[in-house]
């Protein structure tokens, strides 16, 4: 038996369908342009008032769309195996993103993320087999900044970088509307076409309504053109519960069904049948900070029951947790990430996301990642559940060893302990008390980071891919520097008058 | 063809194969290998290399007895052999071991002897709850090097202290040494006590009484 938690009861879950579908009607939902016709003939009423769309979508329209959303899909890695699988209640994890700054292990201050931090995030994530799928962890403020590559480019940048590295899927996201183009022929050239990568995708992108009920230009863009590529889209709705949506979480839950339903209308429209994943980072809203607590537990109560109502109609799932809101790796790091680790996995969420993150999201450290992939081990043992193997459970064992005790050396020890127990790495302190003096947890994970580094092998790219990925972020170069002139213009304009 | 069975030998011990081991073991005798080289240059080969994979975090528990019981069923076909050749190996020491009085929690005992004994020392194992005089008279009888005691609990620790008392009061030390261990014992404990050694585990216990013995190695602690 697999063990599971569930928060939401059966008439709980019918009430928050219920409600968010009568929100989706009253007061509608803000979308960007491009949906707008796309949305009206399939019989969606849209009040266009400026730059301000409303669209109605009636209950009838969305169980169309949510009929055409497929139940699962795999990711695949490079080599074209089956990596991650969206469905069920399969867990996966992955790093968080997407960061711009980085906890220095020497001075312990967070500082500008740059492309080293990105490889050593990607080598470390590589190695570990507790992260199904890598993740564009950081942006890279060294390689996209005013007198490197143009800043808007570095969406792409961070896949190159990644890609480059790792032959695991990847779940990254785009800055812009612009930007997801380049992205996917990236994907695509890896995958040695726009077909191949359709029918084999290697990664999902996360796209982000903003709360309250807004599916943004660029959200809306990116469903769009997702959905008629057919590479997986991750819905991110992220109400703060208090803030940007109702204090409660039952009422935030209710606010996630609504934006993430609106998601599922703009791109089954767009592309039925693309795989799309009902995912958020939903967060209460601190009180006192005005912060999103990561760390918090009822945070991790929103990502389970936004999950729970996910499952209920049959979609894959997706949560934001394994991060802490402590600025250091130390004990409120680890106790707050272990625990949302077990929660999450226990919720059965297929891809959670977050693992690595401190300061609310704000900061990365890939000491903190080796940390967490103890905490994402203990939970991924901890759904496997107790499970039985052979006919008997003791009496065969005690049929050896009569009553000395001695079942260390029985060979059912050794053919099975290492399935019954996760034997840790040395990041886990559980070595008795020798002559040097023990260790914390942040030393003993810097040491394991530079193990993994120094036994991680870069992937071999053939030599075309590696130029058209170079020729591709080239072109994306120049892309961005003609749409910087026609800003220019369009922001000149104006004085002409 | 003998570096070859030499190899075979080691990869048995290594992958905690005993049945394996007792076939190369017979193999070697019948194809006229000299045991004492079969042992040296093949089983004890892999018990060494066991061992070091379990010291640096490779290999668990459960593999290391798996290539201490396939020692054991190597020299078990051996042994014998040497004996009659009267060319015995050369015990590395001699050992007397047991858990101290009160105590009946022996695991970590059962390993200390396992692992010393396929590491080549000669092993008198008293069992459990065993009082400073048991002790002391088979130390006196067998002549012993080395006198262990293993303790779990802290309440039974200073079982430990009274072996040690022992041995000094029957003018056993310094010929004699003492080393200790157990779940809660620390290198503090045994400075405390004046014990001549304490391991955490049952490989670093090997590396310990091959120091004391005088077979210098970089491990162990011998406390100041």
């Keep these: ?497 | 063809m003998p570096d070859q069975l030499f190899g075979a030998m080691r990869q048995s011990i290594i992958d905690g194969a005993p049945d394996t081991a007792t076939e190369l073991a017979q193999q070697a005798l019948a194809n006229g290998v000299d045991p004492l080289e079969a042992v040296n240059q093949g089983f004890a080969a892999g018990i060494t290399f066991a061992g070091d994979q379990f010291g640096c975090g490779q290999i668990y528990l459960p593999d290391l007895l798996a290539s201490a019981e396939a020692m054991k069923a190597a020299m078990g076909v051996l042994e014998p052999e040497m004996l009659k050749h009267g060319s015995q190996r050369e015990a590395l020491g001699k050992v007397v071991l047991g858990t101290a009085k009160g105590d009946i929690h022996d695991i970590g005992k059962n390993l200390v002897a396992t692992i010393l004994s396929a590491s080549g020392f000669q092993i008198f194992d008293l069992g459990t709850s065993v009082t400073p005089e048991q002790f002391v008279a088979k130390a006196k009888e067998v002549d012993a090097d080395i006198v262990g005691v293993s303790a779990l609990l802290t309440t039974t620790m200073a079982g430990q202290k009274a072996v040690i008392e022992a041995l000094d009061r029957n003018g056993l030390r310094p010929r004699t040494k003492a080393i200790i261990g157990g779940a809660a014992v620390t290198s503090k404990w045994a400075a405390e006590i004046g014990a001549d050694g304490y391991s955490r585990n049952a490989i670093d216990a090997v590396e310990l009484a091959k120091n004391l013995m005088g077979k210098v190695t970089n491990k162990g602690t011998v406390p100041a």
């Design chain 1, 1 to 497: 038996m697999r063990p599971k938690i569930q928060l939401l009861s059966p008439d709980l879950i019918g009430r928050i369908l219920g409600e968010a579908f009568e929100l989706l009607m009253n007061p509608g939902v803000r979308v960007g342009s491009a949906v707008v016709e796309l949305l009206q003939s399939a019989g969606a009423e849209v009040r266009v008032a400026g730059n301000d769309r409303v669209a109605r979508l009636p209950e009838t329209l969305v169980r169309k769309c949510l009929a055409s959303a497929p139940p699962d899909f795999y990711l695949y890695s490079r080599q074209g195996e089956k990596a991650v699988h969206y469905g069920d209640d399969d867990v996966h994890f992955d790093p968080g993103s997407c960061c711009v700054q980085m906890l220095d292990p020497d001075t312990l201050e967070a500082r500008p993320s740059e492309t080293r931090d990105l490889v050593r995030m990607v080598q470390v994530t590589e190695m570990l087999p507790q992260f199904s799928a890598q993740s564009t962890a950081v942006v890279c403020s060294d390689a996209c900044s005013d007198s490197g590559l143009p800043v808007a480019i570095g969406d792409l940048y961070r896949l190159f970088v990644v890609l480059e590295h790792s032959d695991k899927p990847v779940v990254t996201g785009s800055f812009s509307a612009a930007g997801l183009g380049g992205m996917i022929d990236l994907l695509a050239a890896d995958s040695g076409g726009r077909d191949k990568l359709r029918q084999r995708p290697r990664a999902v992108f996360d796209v982000c309504p903003s709360p309250p009920l807004n599916w943004s230009e660029f959200g809306s863009y990116n469903l769009l053109d997702l959905a008629r590529t057919g590479v997986p889209a991750e819905l991110v709705s992220m109400p703060l519960a208090g803030g940007t949506a109702p204090v409660t979480l039952a009422g935030s839950v209710t606010q996630h069904a609504a934006e993430s339903l609106a998601g599922i209308v703009l791109h089954q429209l767009a592309g039925p049948g693309s795989p799309i994943v009902w995912g958020g980072a939903p967060a209460i809203f601190d009180m006192r900070s005005g912060g999103a607590p990561m760390g918090a537990v009822e945070t991790a109560m929103l990502n389970m029951a936004c999950a729970e109502v996910g499952k209920h109609l049959g979609l894959p799932t997706h949560g934001y947790l394994v991060a802490t809101d402590s600025k250091f790796v130390d004990a409120q790091a680890g106790a707050e990430s272990a625990r949302s680790a077990m929660l999450g996995a226990l919720a059965g969420i297929n891809m959670i996301s977050g693992a690595g993150m401190i300061e609310s999201l704000a900061c990365h450290s890939v000491e903190k990642l080796v940390m967490d992939a103890e905490s994402i081990a203990s939970a991924q043992r901890l759904v496997r559940g107790v499970e039985v193997r052979g006919t008997s459970l003791a009496t065969a064992m005690f049929a050896q060893t009569g009553l000395s005790g001695n079942f260390l050396k029985l060979k059912e020890t050794r053919a099975l302990f290492r399935q019954e127990q996760y034997l840790p790495s040395p990041v886990t302190d559980r070595s008795a008390r020798g002559s040097e003096p023990p260790s914390d947890i942040f030393t003993r994970a810097r040491a394991r980071v530079d193990e993994l580094v120094s036994s991680y092998r870069k992937p071999s790219l053939p030599e075309d891919v590696l130029r058209k990925f170079k020729a591709i972020v080239d072109r994306e170069v120049d892309r961005e520097a003609d749409r910087e002139a026609d800003r220019a213009g369009v922001v000149a304009e104006p004085s002409r008058n």
